[in-house]
């Protein structure tokens, strides 16, 4: 019953205009832009760069080709990739990820206001060339819920788990549901997220894709959000990081082993 009213609210939904930017940006600053009629819906899962395929954005494809080199680079046996949420782990994030996942021999590869199609194109374009990371870490949709419907956007996970099985088919995934956002449990985005997540759970087998709901770590007992824990409704603070961590330890563990005691000497991604 669950599953299908869900997937009946997906339909009807209006679309909204919430877009995650990148963790610099200062907490006063608003987490909504104008919706822009004119610009035509890009397919969640097509790779498509920032600012599309015919005038791509020069400070995303600057970022992308720094992500590129940090591929090259080498010595990533544990790697994350997302948009500003994930990116936000050199930022609120940088303590906590020395402590829990540097060990690993970690990689960031979050950009901020990334959607599915935009992790599709640096997947395919040399951000995972070279590399065969031993587990991959994936949070995204959350910027695409403004412009794409919950199917849409659960063809566009998809089609980034195939690309990161095609290129290394020994790469298993953590799939983790899109986190919450918006201050309670009955605002709109939570259920458009809802219907996502419900989308999302298939996808993990147990064995190469493993999916993972560790929404509830970030609300209160009452189904709130907090500005302790996510200032703006959406980007996490260090105490969001360190429950994120706390969540995911067992399953990293179980497929990882306990980190080392000392962290490999790799480049850090930029």
């Not at 869900?6 to 909504?32: D, H, I, M, Q, Y």
């Not at 997947?123 to 590399?131: A, D, I, M, P, R």
């Not at 990081?241 to 990293?252: E, F, M, S, V």
Request: hydrophobic share 40%.
């Amino acid at each position: 019953m669950k599953v299908a009213a869900l997937a009946c609210l997906v339909l009807g939904f209006g679309v909204g205009t919430l877009v995650a930017e990148a963790p610099k940006a200062p907490a006063s600053a608003p987490a909504s832009r104008p919706a822009t009629t004119s610009r035509p819906v890009e397919p969640a899962d097509k790779a498509i760069p920032r600012g599309g395929l015919e005038n791509p954005q020069k400070s995303w494809m600057d970022r992308h080709a720094r992500l590129v080199e940090r591929a090259k680079a080498g010595g990533i046996n544990l790697y994350f990739v997302g948009d500003s949420i994930t990116d936000g782990w050199q930022g609120k994030g940088k303590a906590v990820w020395a402590k829990e996942f540097a060990p690993y021999g970690a990689g960031n590869f979050g950009i901020g206001g990334d959607r599915t199609q935009n992790v599709l194109y640096r997947l395919e374009n040399g951000e995972f060339e070279g590399v065969t990371p031993k587990l991959v870490v994936l949070m995204i949709g959350t910027n695409n819920h403004g412009s794409n419907t919950a199917n849409e956007i659960a063809a566009g996970v998809k089609k980034i788990i195939e690309t990161i099985q095609t290129k290394s088919p020994t790469t298993q995934v953590l799939l983790l549901a899109v986190f919450p956002r918006s201050p309670k449990p009955e605002d709109a985005s939570r259920k458009k997220i809802e219907a996502i997540n419900v989308l999302l759970a298939p996808m993990g087998d147990g064995k190469k894709v493993h999916y993972l709901d560790i929404g509830k770590v970030f609300l209160e007992a009452d189904g709130t959000l907090s500005k302790e824990i996510m200032p703006d409704f959406l980007h996490l603070s260090e105490a969001g990081y360190q429950r994120w961590a706390d969540a995911i330890r067992p399953k990293l563990r179980e497929i990882l082993g306990e980190p080392p005691a000392t962290a490999p000497a790799t480049a850090p991604a930029k």
